[in-house]
């Protein structure tokens, strides 16, 4: 039977091995960049030469300033290990919607009407 004690040594273990996976954007080299799936010798350039103004602060950052990286690609290189500040992407969450009542001859239709 598995211990609390060997449980939590198998969760360290994991979460370690995903922090040694995770390659930062803002310290990463050419060649850790390019080791991120998708990301090849004209994408790592682009992302050198963004960083060579400043540092990322995040990713819509990195989506403003670096041709070719929109949400999609965003996601991928996440789910790739690369990470802004220690981050993975997120997409932003949709805008909370509320109910509208309709207007128009549906809702005109139920309104009794006087006759003169």
Sequence with gaps: MMTI???LAGLALALASVTC???DINKASQAELESIKGIGPAMSGRILEERKKGPF???ADVME???GIKQATA?????GGLTVNGGAFALPAAPAT???AAAGPAAT???PVKKP
Excluded: E, G, I
Aim: hydrophobic content about 40%.
């Design 98 to 100: 509320t109910p509208v």
């Design 21 to 23: 996976l995770a390659t």
């Design 5 to 7: 004690r060997n449980l």
């Design 75 to 79: 996601t991928r290189f996440s789910s």
């Design 109 to 111: 239709a139920l309104t």
């Design 65 to 67: 300033r670096v041709k």
């Design 57 to 59: 602060r995040d990713w």
